[in-house]
């Protein structure tokens, strides 16, 4: 039977959920679906959540155990995947921990500790681990709240990413079947999310499904020409101040790993440092390049679709397909790494009429046990390749097309101009040739010509691959076209006006358009069909494109930076990642890019001031504001440019007050009559942490004239030495100062004090 609801006054919990929000992840509200997710955990139900990647599944499993006091097992399929997500949490102030194989046993044991007590409101565990050991066990004396099963598609046969230990979280929701289980996934088909419901045994979930369309990306296709060139000239366009750290991400996605090595080494040449990814990497290695990616100290990787889930970097600005893809689920769900933060971001697909070929070859390989592939498998497999070409290959507003299939009609945002504003056919980057059917007939015909050149000279073949058609169309000069004489055929030089990259792009678009054929194969060449004669007797019309020199800025991203100073963005930039490799965690852990421009915009001098800023909550106050504070108020200084500038934020920062949060309350009463802090966790049921905050808190607003109670005067003289040798903006150089003699929630306490100490009256 599923868990009894909780019973709660629907107005009265929304409100706490958005004070929650606020006060820990530093949001003034919730994103589409998310309030419903988090309550039917509170009501005790199951649920199946699909939200894209960046529309915040994870917080719909990260805030309720903040309200119900129990904790949230999560099942996760990445260690690395964890580790963030617990790096992000612990920023924040939420107890979490992860339990998987990089642990040794006397930390796995303090882990499994921290969980039984209820120390912890999350934690983390991979699909293999949840049935061995103590786990379920531990569960149960947890007395835990919820189950999130997280990347749910892949208990599914159905799914794009099957992984078939999820079959065993069916016997997790059988011993824990008192407990709500919430299944999230970023893409799933209605097939998909049905099959998720039914493996995971989930009673009469809740099923939200969220928009698929992602307003903040950009989606571009184009005809793959030279490859490296492309690709660089992409990156070009995020490499921010140009310093080399710190600067934005870009994920290359390749079909193959001789293809990632390559091109990652390519672009090495070409002074854009960048890494290859893929499965035949040793598992160190991987690991590296994922953790340097994180940490910023990668920024372009080159990989294959291996490189995916453990990929939580908010500041990727650019996924680039160098291939098509082999599906629109994974096209969508690859895409949507970028922009994560709900900043602008760009998705270039490059593709060519090869590909196809490729990924058919893929497709029928033969299994490990050598048997060729079930014939529906293939194709179930090629319609779903089809439909992705037919996506590349169409005219149709990007953002229109893929919610389309996805089932969903498309309302463009408003203020977006012509379409939705933010793909190349909206924002007219294409531009249709008008001599369309002229260049088609001059392509086809020097096709046609190669095989009538080749029958008057005896010549064993003509046909020729894409690269020696566009050099004869072009004019080129090479040793090839002098072997076969191809300088004198009458089309030679024929569209030397024109740029070859061009030539090339309309030769893969009459491919696509079967107004030419190509045939398979490593080594394949162009020929003519009947839908060629067709467009030569001009009864067959065809369609060309031709982008423009530059790629045009959407209405958007213009936006996204409206009000920001740049110049503080990239010194707050700077100061982010410092911090990130002072304490070992990415920088998007500290603050995401949308908080440094909101900050940047904004420009606050207050610590109230500061936690009106995007993502700032109160630990995160705590932690980085008199760091930050302190950046804003150097360059304002030194640029003469205003602070606490209104953008658009609450009226007022929403701090918590005595008489509206019973908390506080009792913890302002039981401080002011000289309670320890241990007694007030004991009391108000809380941790030790949150002790020490609800303390401070009451020190810094009551401004008590000492602090005997809790510090004594030599612990105070001391910590008060080191503050003022070391600076007040950060706990760590004073605690090192000290020799680590005085912990870090004495330095807390005392730090409150000094800014008391220092308010205005």
Known sequence: MPATPQTHDQPALSSKIHDVLRETWGHARLRDLQEPAIAAVLAGRDSLVVLPTGGGKSLCYQLPPLITGRPTLVVSPLISLMNDQVASLRANGVPAAALHSGLDPAEQREVERAFASGELKLLFVAPERVLAGRL???????????????????????????????????????????????????????????????????????ILVGVFDRPNLTYRVRARTKLDEQVAEIVRRHRGSGLGEGEEGVIVYCLSRKDTEKLADALTAKGIPAKAYHAGLASTKRTRVERDFSMEKVNVVCATVAFGMGIDRSNVRAVVHACLPRSIEGYQQETGRAGRDGLGAECVLLHAPADLARWRRLIEMPGMDGDPPDPSFVNAQVELLNQMHRLATGATCRHQALSAYFGQAYTPPEGAGTGCGGCDICLGELTEMTDAADVAKKIISCVARFAIHAEENGAYSGQFGARHLVEVLAGAKTKKVEEFGHETLSTYAI?????????????????????????????????????????????????????????????????????????????????????????????????????????????????????????????????????????????????????????????????????????????????????????????????????????????????????????????????????????????????????????????????????SRRAPA
Request: charged share 30%.
């Open 136 to 206: 379920i066990a531990l569960a149960r004396e947890a007395n835990i709240g919820a189950v999130a099963i997280d990347e749910a598609h892949c208990i599914s046969q159905w799914g794009h990413d099957f992984r078939p230990e999820y079959r065993s979280l069916r016997l997790l929701r059988e011993r824990l079947d008192a407990v709500p289980f919430q299944a999230l996934t970023a893409t799933a088909t209605p097939r998909v999310r049905e099959d998720i419901a039914a493996q995971l045994a989930l009673h009469e979930p809740e």
């Open 495 to 755: 569209l030397a006006d024109m740029p070859r990259d061009v030539i090339g792009a309309c030769v893969n678009q009459l491919v696509d358009q079967g107004a030419l054929g190509r045939t398979p194969g490593d080594m394949p060449v162009i020929h003519t069909n009947e839908a060629s004669r067709d467009v030569l007797k001009g009864v067959r019309d065809v369609r060309l494109v031709r982008p423009e020199s530059a790629p045009k800025k959407s209405k958007r991203d213009e936006a996204s930076w409206e009000g920001v100073d740049r110049d503080l963005f990239e010194k707050l930039r700077a100061q982010r990642l410092e911090v990130a490799r002072e304490r070992g965690v990415p920088p998007y852990v500290v603050f995401s890019d949308a908080s440094l421009r909101d900050m940047a915009a904004r420009r606050p001098s207050t610590r109230d001031g500061f936690l009106l800023v995007r993502g700032v909550g109160r630990s995160k106050l705590e932690d980085f504001g008199e760091i930050f504070l302190g950046v804003i108020a150097a360059h304002c200084t030194a640029e003469g440019a205003a602070m606490d500038v209104d953008a658009g934020a609450p009226a007022s920062p929403p701090k918590r007050r005595a008489d509206d949060n019973p908390d506080l309350r009792e913890a302002t009463r039981l401080y002011a009559g000289g309670a320890g802090v241990d007694e007030v966790a004991a009391t108000t049921g809380r941790t030790r942490k949150t002790a020490v905050e609800l303390l401070c808190e009451y020190i810094e607003r009551e401004r008590p004239a000492d602090i005997e109670a809790w510090v004594d005067a030599v612990t105070l003289a001391e910590a008060q030495s080191a503050f003022d040798e070391a600076g007040d903006a950060r706990l760590k150089p004073a605690y090192v100062y000290l020799n680590e003699r005085i912990g870090y929630d004495t330095l807390r306490i005392v730090q409150a004090y000094r800014r």
